[in-house]
């Protein structure tokens, strides 16, 4: 199943946030959107999520979710999303209760998204006893329990220290290894896009219009090697004096704000 | 440079450490285990040794003993009981009709765009009114029984629930709501599984005040238009000067206070033990 932007621009109120914004994402691709600070990339993810709706264009699908897809747009909060009454299982189970599964199947899925994201231990834990890392593993487990087609990820790491970014990050690479799922990755983190995306949408500042689309030229797995991470560091300070100049008129606009 | 570090340091070196003045102490009380108890006997005996002593009139302020027997003779002769369950289903039937509908308007007031624009216009011209003054418009309506009392403190408890509870839908984070929507969780089941356990705090905050303005509203309601229940006694007992009889009116007020209050400890312990 693909997910295409089509033209999408968006305004809040006289605000101009995005402007004629068109990407497509293919069946089992990442795509990494980044850009400045205030650039509309959260206002562009939750449009293709259909959270909101666009002033202009549309977020269209093409092709049919993978077999037992219950939620083929999924998305991965930057702020986990976690309900605090609820137990890590809780959690994970919450948005497979209305999808009219069995209690054995449902008992099924979350196990297996509970294994799967290292959180089997952990099942009868609230999120106030859990750290940031773990807090966002259930985010992805339950993410991971409606089989996406694709995962609609909200700078899901920019919550976290850099320790748990990293083994958080080798859990994302881990887990679109096979292609079976797609992602949107939202990000300010350009090491992070170069590391797990197949391609990246820089958007300019506000109001945000793709400035360029860059592809990694390299599958995820070839990126392990010492000379791969030469070009990919390179390929991040690229990427970087696109943003650079852009980025720095966006924090002063915000300052000035 | 790294030699004459020590050199520039000797003088001081000699001199004796200090410790560094710890600043970071208060602005966290906590409440004692024992400390509100201990001060309670401290007044009562204080109160006691003035009664005893003959330091004040017992007519204007009899001493706890006299109050204590009041009770015991009260509780004996079976006028207690009498009282406290008048005072208790009026209590009882105003605040859970209250409730209820405070409950139901605040949800839609919380919910609901129309519902908000109308609603919200309502409570804040209403609210502020004592409630006990509509008690003689309620008793032409609704006739001289038990009727126009509980009407009273059903209203009383009715705008403090509707403002606890759509505040509550308000303090719900939104992110949690998208969050549902994001998985194509019903509205229904968003209300249920995400809007009212969020909400649920503010709405047993709520319930401690209700529990208060409905102790207070049955105690006026009482003293003008009933022939039994705390508040007729205490009124009866102040009119005959039975301040010992009055008092323990008092103390059974305070005791049904206490419980509620214990009460809803326990159903936040259990409902909110997530926090």
């Known amino acids: 199943m693909d997910l295409i932007a089509d033209h999408i621009s968006h305004r809040f109120g006289a605000l101009e946030v995005l402007d004629d914004v068109s990407f497509e994402v293919a069946a089992g691709e990442v795509v990494a959107i980044v850009g400045p600070s205030g650039c509309g990339k959260s206002t562009l993810l939750s449009i293709l999520g259909g959270l909101l709706q666009p002033t202009k264009g549309a977020a269209e699908l093409r092709g049919a979710p993978p077999a037992g897809s219950l939620n083929p747009l999924t998305f991965v909060f930057q702020d986990f999303a976690l309900l605090p009454w609820c137990t890590v299982e809780g959690n994970v189970a919450f948005p497979l209760e209305t999808a009219g599964l069995s209690a054995t199947a449902r008992r099924t899925v979350v196990d297996d998204a509970l294994r799967r994201t290292g959180l089997a231990d952990f099942s009868g834990a609230y999120p106030k006893q859990l750290s940031g890392g773990m807090r966002q593993r259930v985010g992805i487990a339950r993410a991971l329990a409606v089989r996406p087609a694709i995962l609609l990820m909200d700078e899901p790491l920019s919550a976290l220290d850099s320790q748990t970014r990293e083994l958080l990050m080798e859990d994302f690479v881990r887990l679109l290894a096979d292609g079976a799922m797609g992602a949107v990755y939202v990000t300010h983190n350009l090491e992070e896009a170069v590391r797990l995306a197949d391609r990246i949408v820089v958007l300019s500042r506000r109001p945000g219009r793709v400035r360029e689309t860059v592809t990694i030229p390299m599958t995820r797995g070839e990126r392990g090697a010492a000379e791969a991470r030469n070009r990919l560091t390179a390929l991040q300070g690229e990427l970087w004096s696109l943003i650079r100049s852009e980025a720095i008129d966006a924090e002063r606009e915000v300052q000035h704000a | ?275």
């Open chain 2, 1 to 275: 440079m790294l030699d004459r570090a020590p050199q520039e340091t000797e003088g001081a070196a000699a001199e004796k450490p200090r410790p560094v003045e710890f600043r970071g102490g208060g602005f966290a009380p906590s409440a004692g285990r024992h400390g509100g108890w201990i001060a309670l006997a401290v007044v009562v005996a204080l109160w006691q040794l003035a009664g005893s002593a003959g330091w004040v009139n017992p007519l204007f302020l009899p001493p706890p003993s006299a109050i204590a027997v009041a009770i015991w003779k009260l509780a004996s002769s079976g006028a207690l009981w009498q009282h406290v369950s008048w005072s208790v289903m009026r209590i009882g039937s105003g605040w859970i009709i209250g409730t209820a509908a405070g409950v139901l308007v605040g949800f839609a007031i919380g919910l609901s765009t129309l519902a908000r624009s109308i609603g919200i216009t309502f409570i804040s011209a209403l609210f502020p009114i004592p409630k006990i003054a509509l008690l003689p418009l309620l008793i032409l309506w609704l006739g001289i029984g038990e009727e126009p009392k509980i009407a009273t403190i059903a209203l009383g408890v009715f705008f403090s629930t509707a403002i606890s509870v759509y505040s509550g839908v308000d303090a719900v984070p939104r992110n949690l709501i998208r969050m549902a929507q994001s998985f194509n969780v019903p509205f229904h089941a968003i209300v249920r599984r995400v809007i009212w356990p969020g909400a649920l705090p503010s709405i047993l905050a709520g319930f401690r005040i209700t529990a208060s303005v409905a102790l207070l509203l049955v105690v006026s309601a009482e003293m003008i238009g009933a022939q039994f229940g705390i508040g007729a006694f205490v009124l009866q007992a102040g009119n005959l000067m039975q301040t010992d009889q009055l008092l323990a009116g008092v103390v059974m007020l305070s005791v049904f206070g206490l419980a509620v209050g214990k009460l809803i400890n326990l159903l936040e312990a259990r409902l909110l033990h997530w926090r």
